[in-house]
T-cell receptor
Framework: GDSVTQMEGPVTLSEEAFLTINCTYTATGYPSLFWYVQYPGEGLQLLLKATKADDKGSNKGFEATYRKETTSFHLEKGSVQVSDSAVYFCALKANSGGYQKVTFGTGTKLQVIP | DAGVIQSPRHEVTEMGQEVTLRCKPI?????LFWYRQTMMRGLELLIYFNNNVPIDDSGMPEDRFSAKMPNASFSTLKIQPSEPRDSAVYFCASRERERGDEQFFGPGTRLTVL
């Protein structure tokens, strides 16, 4: 079945450091890919998405490129802020048994220190 | 729009008691999801409804769990009898249509079973 693998956290960075959170996936067909973010005490919210190979999703300084050849969708940000501290989930959406099923990764906790 | 509404936000109960969690999806959304989040197992999909019909309930842990969606604006997740291992944060999410991309998550219900 479909699966998403994320790097384990927690990831601790100093403010203004460069961020990479790795995500690879396994899926049949052509899935859509997503990054969701969960701030403390809240539900998940969509951060960015890409729906086909070579698409780049971007939002709030974060970006990720859909790489079909490496089945990856790594999240990057050039300069993190304390307010970026959260848990980040990689996810894919693909056809499964006749409906669009979403599969989430286990989440990667990011802590940014001043 | 008020977003996805869940109630209660916190629930503390004793083992063996019945627990009912409630969700009001965003108006006009016709897909609804129930998730459970724990430190050990991460985010797990419990059940998915489309147009009020359960499409995939393979994630429901056992017969103690049941979910209903009597109409497009209301869903319940019931646990009877509850057990300490059911302690988790339960999220409800809705999506505009079956092929839509973004899931909108509610704030979650933190359940503690003593």
């Amino acid at each position: 079945g479909d699966s998403v693998t994320q790097m384990e956290g927690p990831v601790t960075l100093s403010e203004e450091a460069f961020l990479t959170i790795n995500c690879t996936y396994t899926a049949t067909g052509y899935p859509s890919l997503f990054w969701y973010v969960q701030y403390p005490g809240e539900g998940l919210q969509l951060l960015l998405k890409a729906t086909k190979a070579d698409d780049k999703g971007s939002n709030k300084g974060f970006e990720a490129t859909y790489r079909k050849e490496t089945t990856s969708f790594h999240l990057e940000k050039g300069s993190v802020q304390v307010s970026d501290s959260a848990v980040y989930f990689c996810a894919l959406k693909a056809n499964s048994g006749g409906y669009q099923k979403v599969t989430f990764g286990t989440g990667t906790k990011l802590q940014v220190i001043p | 729009d008020a977003g996805v509404i869940q109630s209660p936000r916190h629930e503390v109960t004793e083992m063996g008691q019945e627990v009912t969690l409630r969700c009001k999806p965003i108006s006009g959304h016709n897909s609804l999801f129930w998730y459970r989040q724990t430190m050990m197992r991460g985010l797990e999909l419990l059940i998915y409804f489309n147009n009020n019909v359960p499409i995939d309930d393979s994630g429901m842990p056992e017969d103690r769990f049941s979910a209903k969606m009597p109409n497009a604006s209301f869903s319940t997740l019931k646990i009877q009898p509850s057990e300490p291992r059911d302690s988790a944060v339960y999220f409800c999410a809705s999506r505009e249509r079956e092929r839509g991309d973004e899931q909108f998550f509610g704030p979650g219900t933190r359940l503690t079973v003593l």
